[in-house]
């Protein structure tokens, strides 16, 4: 393992209720240019997969008998304290890892939708194909789609929580995806959700 960037620790109050933040998500494709700070990203991925029981490491979102069947990503494009690049998130450490260094805003701009190459970050929810097909067999892909359902709106709530705009994607080609982003074979990108401050 490479060396793990520690995030800034996730705030457990904010100002909007879960009630607020349901009437207020929205899709949304267009951001101001303004960079987001590492505060910004440690929120959205402890919301995605961050540990809150750690005795059992259980995680905000769940999971088909806590097997855990997602990794999350963050592609930084304009993040504070972070060089552009794809970046493997670790729960464990509350931590980044460098998976692929750049920006990558050219690339995925070619994956046919202009949100992918404007945003400041996305946030990449990918499913563990390999450990879904061993513990599930003919139920992985289902069980996967669930639990990353679960993750999506997790990441929407809390950025809606925090005035952020954003969109849960999944319209591009898997394949194409995985190879701009430098994933495993193993691993599909399965939702690619573009966050950044509303315009
Ligand atoms: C599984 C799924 C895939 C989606 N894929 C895309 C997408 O590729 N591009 C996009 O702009 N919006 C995508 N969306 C967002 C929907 O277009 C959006 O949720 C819908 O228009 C309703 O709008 P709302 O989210 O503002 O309520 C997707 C939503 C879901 C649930």
Redesign the pocket.
């Known amino acids: 393992m490479g060396d793990i960037i520690k995030l800034p620790p996730a705030k457990l109050k904010g100002t909007m209720s879960v009630e607020e933040a349901l009437h207020a998500r929205?899709?949304t494709?267009e951001y101001a240019t303004t960079a987001l700070k590492l505060q910004d990203v440690s929120q959205l991925l402890w919301a995605a997969q961050g540990i809150t029981a750690a005795a059992k490491g259980l995680r905000t979102a769940p999971s088909p008998i806590a097997v855990y069947l997602v990794q999350a990503y963050l592609v930084a494009g304009n993040v504070e304290g972070l060089k552009p690049g794809v970046y493997s998130y670790k729960p464990q450490n509350h931590g980044l890892e460098l998976v692929k260094s750049g920006g990558l805003e050219a690339q995925l701009g070619t994956l046919g939708?202009q949100?992918f190459g404007a945003a400041p970050a996305l946030v990449v929810i990918a499913s563990l194909d390999d450990k879904a097909s061993k513990t599930f067999g003919d139920f992985a892909v289902r069980a996967s789609s669930l639990e990353i359902g679960h993750v999506a709106e997790n990441v929407a709530l809390q950025a809606t929580a925090m005035g952020l705009g954003l969109?849960?994607?999944?319209?591009?080609d898997n394949g194409k995806a995985r190879d701009i982003l430098g994933l495993p074979a193993s691993e599909t990108p399965v939702y690619l959700i573009p966050v950044g401050r509303m315009v």
Request: charge should be positive; glycine fraction near 10%; hydrophobic fraction near 35%.
């Open positions: 929205r899709s494709r939708q949100v969109v849960t994607a999944s319209g591009f």
